[in-house]
């Protein structure tokens, strides 16, 4: 049985967890190992049994933990390969553990495929992943300014989504943020809108997603009724029904959920 399982999810950090059982993977690890490890142990997992990390980019709230997570797992880091660099670049000793790929390459993980897109965000070379086992899958599409033609074909036929809905654009636009940092957030190499994130949701619930975790929502920018609000309205354009036929439900920014079955 694939599951899933945020430990956070917001600009402050973000990362999952996926396993089967008996593989486990974290999508990100952008809060400190000492958190993730808590975060596990809450679902039964020890840390030194994560054996792979996908990484998204190299922005610090996505990747903080991996020198010391290096240090205390033999995970291996998957990433595109400009992101690896720049990692690389910011971090000695790394180099031996990053298996790299080009955005829209596949590859096996034991039993799993995992499938990775381009997303379009402001750093080296961006992406998001699926992970399917066969019979499940779980997609995961944050950290980009628009909804990109590969990142729809990733999300396809995924049972779940873990879908950025990043901020409202009322409170963007009238919060503390100047406007060097507004433009660059809703600008086409920036974050989804909660309405571009119900774009997305949508999207995937036409192809057959029954869950929808709407994730890295801003802590300034965003806050969880109005996401959850966006979602319902775009799900039920297509007649779809949250809680009846979709469950939606937003990620906590700095907490770990229960174990969700993909």
């Known amino acids: 049985m694939l599951r899933m399982a945020t430990l956070a999810s917001g600009s402050s950090g973000n990362c999952a967890v996926v396993s089967d059982g008996r593989v486990h993977i974290l999508i990100d690890a952008g809060i400190s190992t000492r958190r993730i490890a808590q975060g596990l142990k809450g679902l039964g997992i020890e840390l030194r049994h994560i054996s792979g990390v996908l990484i998204t980019h190299e922005h610090i709230d996505h990747v903080a933990a991996l020198p010391v997570l290096c240090k205390q797992t033999g995970a291996a880091l998957f990433t595109a390969e400009g992101t690896a660099y720049e990692l690389c670049g910011k971090w000695a000793g790394l180099e031996d553990r990053f298996r790299v790929f080009a955005p829209g390459q596949r590859f096996a993980f034991g039993a799993w495929e995992i499938g990775t897109f381009a997303t379009s965000h402001d750093c080296a070379c961006p992406v998001g992943y699926y992970v399917s ?58 974050h989804l809108s909660n309405e571009m994130g119900g774009e ?20 300034e920018n965003n806050r ?37 079955e993909v």
């Open 133 to 190: 086992d066969g019979k499940r899958k779980l997609a995961l599409c944050t950290d980009t300014g628009v909804i990109t033609p590969e990142a729809r074909e990733g999300v396809r036929g995924a049972q779940t989504l873990i879908g950025e809905f990043n901020y409202d654009p009322d409170m963007l636009r009238t919060g503390p943020y100047p406007v060097h940092l507004q433009n660059r957030i809703r600008g086409a190499r920036g």
């Open 200 to 219: 997305l949701a949508a999207w995937a619930g036409a192809q057959g997603a029954r869950r929808i975790v709407l994730a890295h929502l801003s802590q």
């Open 224 to 260: 969880p009724e109005l996401a959850l609000e966006a979602a319902r309205k775009a799900l039920g354009g297509l007649g779809l029904r949250c809680g009846q036929d979709v469950e939606a439900l937003a990620a906590p920014r700095s907490e770990a959920t229960d174990w969700m």
